[in-house]
């Protein structure tokens, strides 16, 4: 059930970024609904289930909206796996550290699409126009899992009895 719940959530969030933000005068911010998501996800649910969603809707992405099949899939995909990496060495995972974690992986994330443009030569953009967007969508990121934080601990958390989950790893309680 909750795999169909993070999923459905992904999906909203690119059809929020695709159709809402798109339009004047909200298309000058430009948060990144899914990746904050799938870094949430890696948080509660851990890296098979972040990397299995993220490589689904990065394909749903990369099929409606993107310019060739696979950016958005293997970008999202590293995203989520470097998220649990580091949810991993954490004992205590609390609001500080996904906010770093997010705002590091938003800068991950642009500089991973904008090298695979640059690399298939589908973008000409300057690499300091990169830099600024970067630190634009950091920003909005940063805002952004601060305001989905507490809702998707409640949606997401494990809700069994212990503190502990099967696989030994502390529960973000």
């Known amino acids: 059930m909750r795999w169909a719940i993070t999923f459905i959530t992904l999906w909203l969030g690119l059809i929020l970024e695709a159709t809402l933000f798109q339009i004047p005068p909200m298309n000058a911010i430009h948060p990144d609904f899914v990746l904050v ?3 949430l996800v890696a948080l509660m649910r851990g890296s ?3 990397v ?3 490589i689904l809707i990065g394909l749903i992405d990369d ?10 899939a293997f970008a999202f995909g590293i995203v989520a796996y470097f998220a649990a990496a580091v949810f991993s060495q954490f004992l205590q995972r609390n609001l500080a550290v996904t906010f770093f974690t997010t705002v590091a992986l938003t800068f991950l994330h642009t500089w991973v699409t904008y090298g695979l443009m640059r690399l298939f030569q589908m973008t000409a ?3 300091h126009y990169a830099l600024s967007e970067s630190l634009q969508t950091m920003i909005v990121n940063g805002v ?3 305001l989905l934080y507490p809702a998707y601990v409640k949606l997401l958390r494990d809700r069994r009895g212990g503190r502990y989950d099967a696989r030994g790893s502390v529960d973000a309680s």
């Open 37 to 39: 998501i799938l870094v």
């Open 48 to 50: 098979n289930t972040a």
């Open 52 to 54: 299995v969603m993220a």
């Open 63 to 72: 099929i409606c909206y993107g310019s060739f099949i696979g950016l958005n």
């Open 125 to 127: 953009d300057p690499a």
């Open 144 to 146: 952004l899992v601060l």
